[in-house]
């Protein structure tokens, strides 16, 4: 399904009553149950069938105002700001030139400048969050890695430099230890989500993570790292009530974060 205004006006109501209530999207009845029993491959695309039919949201510059009030619902910290993986800074307002709609995968990865608006991954809120502007520059289209003594980039949350963790012995961006788990399992969801991507995966940036398959997708020293982040950083209270806000948005959810294990 298609972003639309009028699908705007049903996303202002269903928002009005997820901040008067506090109301969750639990996960709905029977969601999962085509996956049941399934493993390996099997699962993983049983599981990308389920997760793939999900509302398209449209990330072109006119639409910066309705990324704003997906952020509220989906990113909003309980001390009233935007709750930023990225940095420390905690903004309350949003301003394109200070705080980004960060693409966690980067969009680099399956497409170019040309053609990113063609592709539905463009605008997954799963893959999207607010974060700081200089942070988000400094990540490029790095790796996910461990880095060590050589660093290029930190602002104290995040940093960029060579790998340490053994397989990759480029650059790579790393999270902040508390936030491991919360990119391991979008990787995880995207791989499984755009399953139907595999010929596109490009070069840039993604030779050292991705494979051009179905399954497994990651490579054997990046499944072992995002397997060892997610169990080292278990699901949150973060995670959860975003996937329940992101269920209301764009109707899908993410099974990472649902069935960890």
Known sequence: MKFSFRYIKKISVVFLTFFSFSLSAEIPEGYYQSA???????????????????????Y?????????????????HPDGYFWDMYSNNKRSTYN???????????RSWWGTSSNYSTFDANGDLVNLSPSDAEANTAKSNYPLGVVGSS??????????????????NGVVFEPADQYKGDF????????????????YWRGTGTSSMLDRNTY????????KMLLEWSRNDPVSDKETNRNDGINIIQENRNPFIDHPE
């Not at 510059?61 to 989906?74: D, E, H, L, M, N």
């Not at 660093?151 to 990759?168: L, P, Q, S």
């Open 216 to 223: 497994p997708v990651f490579k054997q020293w990046a499944i």
């Open 184 to 199: 391991a399992r979008t990787y995880m969801y995207m791989v499984t989500c755009y399953e139907d991507y595999q010929s």
């Open 36 to 58: 049941e029993g399934k493993t390996g491959a099997e699962l993983k695309t049983a599981l990308h069938n389920i997760i793939r039919q999900h509302i398209i949201l449209n």
């Open 60 to 76: 072109d510059t006119s639409t910066y105002v309705w990324w704003y009030t997906y952020f509220k619902a989906t990113d909003w």
């Open 151 to 168: 660093v290029i980039y930190t602002n104290g949350v995040v940093k960029v430099g060579n790998n340490t963790y053994t397989g990759y």
């Open 96 to 106: 394109g030139n200070l705080m980004n709609r960060e693409h966690c995968m980067p």
